[in-house]
Structure formats: structure tokens, C-alpha cells
């Protein structure tokens, strides 16, 4: 059985779960999310936890058993307390900047790169070297991150780019040069 899949997931004061066919639907104080679950599996809500079951030991139901529990307490725990990834730039002249909910960088080409947040998504700048993405939805967090990421990636040699706040960067050496 699923080590994470048998695990309920608890349900905290302020956060409403209303299921209704596939469809699960998650209310709290940060926000609202929706989503289709899996016909593989079994969910139960109940007022203070919910727990999700498979009916058979199919390779599906086993494989969607842990799956599904674990996207259901990321929606739980994301209209409740959020989400929140941080990124650091570094490069000489590399810069973030905030500017109403536009998040401007300057990472090294000839124009300024301006990201619009998508709706759920707030970014936060700390001096010019740190941008804290915040939001309910760990998906979208997750994916607007490594999109600001993937404008330029660490590089190994002097470690210049976006890396996330915990990310260890393997360093190279250079060129041996002349002697």
C-alpha cells in the first residue's frame, strides 16, 4: 500500500472541500481551486480530513493511490497558508525590479525582460538580487519560477544567472591558460 497514498489529509478551520462526481472543489482564505480527479481512486471528505482509497490493486489504482493525495493536500494547503519559492540573481549589472505587479529583469541582454504575473502569482522583490514568487497554487508557482529561471540559467564557470535560493551550483575550473 502507498506509504503517502494511506495517509489522510487533514482539513484545517477556514478551508471548505465540496466534492461532487470527479470534481473537487477547495475553498479557503487565500483563494479557491478546483480539480478533476481520478475515476482510479475513491475520496472520501469528511469535515476535518479527507481520504482517499483505491478500489483494487490494478497497476493504475496503485499508481494514481499516492498521486492523487498528494495534489489534494497541495489544494488544501495552498488556499490555507500559500506557497512561496525564492529566487537569487547574481551577475554583475543583473538586477530585479518591481514596478506595480510587473516584475522587470535585467539579466545580461540588450533589453530589459518585464514578466506579467499570472492571476493567483505575486512577486516580491528584495533589494535587487532576490524575487520571492508567492501564490495558492503550487503549480503555477512552481511553473512561473522555473520559466524566470530558464531566461538564464546558472552557469558553471562563474556561477552568473537565476538559481533558485536553494540550489548548489557545481563550479568549474577554466581554461588551464599559458604558462
Known amino acids: 500500500m502507498s506509504r503517502i ?3 489522510p489529509v487533514p482539513v484545517p478551520d477556514g478551508v471548505k472541500c465540496e466534492l461532487s462526481g470527479l470534481r473537487l472543489k477547495v475553498e479557503g482564505p487565500k483563494g479557491v481551486l478546483e480539480r478533476t480527479l481520478s475515476d482510479k481512486v475513491h475520496v472520501d471528505v469528511g469535515e476535518k480530513e479527507i481520504v482517499v482509497t483505491r478500489p483494487d490493486e490494478s497497476r493504475e489504482s496503485r499508481s494514481h493511490h499516492g498521486l492523487t493525495r498528494a495534489l489534494i493536500n497541495n489544494m488544501v494547503v495552498g488556499v490555507s497558508q500559500g506557497f512561496e519559492l525564492v529566487l537569487q540573481i547574481q551577475g554583475v549589472g543583473y538586477r530585479a525590479s518591481l514596478q506595480g505587479k510587473t516584475l522587470h529583469l535585467a539579466v545580461g541582454y ?3 525582460v518585464t514578466i506579467e504575473p499570472p492571476e493567483g502569482v505575486t512577486f516580491t522583490v528584495e533589494g535587487t538580487q532576490t524575487v520571492k ?19 538564464r ?16 551550483i557545481h563550479r568549474k575550473v577554466g581554461k588551464a591558460g599559458g604558462k
Request: charged content about 35%; proline content about 7%; hydrophobic content about 25%.
Open 153 to 168: 540559467k546558472p552557469e558553471p564557470y562563474k556561477a552568473k544567472g537565476i538559481r533558485y535560493d536553494n540550489e548548489i
Open 5 to 7: 497514498g494511506r495517509m
Open 110 to 112: 540588450s533589453h530589459p
Open 133 to 151: 514568487i508567492s501564490g495558492y497554487d503550487k503549480e503555477k508557482v512552481g511553473q512561473v519560477t522555473a520559466d524566470i529561471r530558464a531566461l
